[in-house]
């Protein structure tokens, strides 16, 4: 059973920055695409930025130039470096792990609060 623990969210100012952190336990097989997607009350969950095996990223455009995510295959994890953040960042942040292409495995995490306020 692979699952995936979530850390580094919080309470911070406009203009701060918060590292987030996944760590996966269990084995993770095959290709595979590591991600952190945010849900505001009411919304759906949307995804700010994945990365592949070999490091490919993608970012969604609301965070490019804010936002770094980065991963490390022999520890299993990945990581969200969120700057510059604004109040409308404001969500529950979930790690994901998802067997590429689409069809196998599909992993989430709990979520990590992330809030920014004045």
């Known amino acids: 059973q692979v699952q995936l623990v979530e850390s580094g969210g919080g309470l911070v100012q406009p203009g701060g920055s918060l590292r987030l952190s996944c760590a996966a336990s269990?084995?993770?097989?095959?290709?595979?695409?590591m991600g952190w997607y945010r849900q505001a009350p009411g919304n759906q969950r949307d995804l700010d930025a994945t990365?592949?095996?070999?490091?490919?990223?993608n970012y969604a455009d609301s965070v490019k130039g804010r936002f770094t995510i980065s991963r490390d295959n022999a520890k299993n994890t990945v990581d969200l470096q969120m700057n510059s953040l604004k109040p409308e960042d404001t969500a529950v942040y979930y790690c994901?792990?998802?067997?590429?292409?689409?069809?196998?495995?599909?992993?989430w995490g709990q979520g990590t609060q992330v809030t920014v306020s004045s």
């Open positions: 994901n792990v998802a067997r590429q292409p689409p069809g196998g495995y599909d992993y």
């Open positions: 269990g084995r993770i097989f095959g290709i595979n695409t």
């Open positions: 990365i592949t095996t070999i490091g490919t990223t």
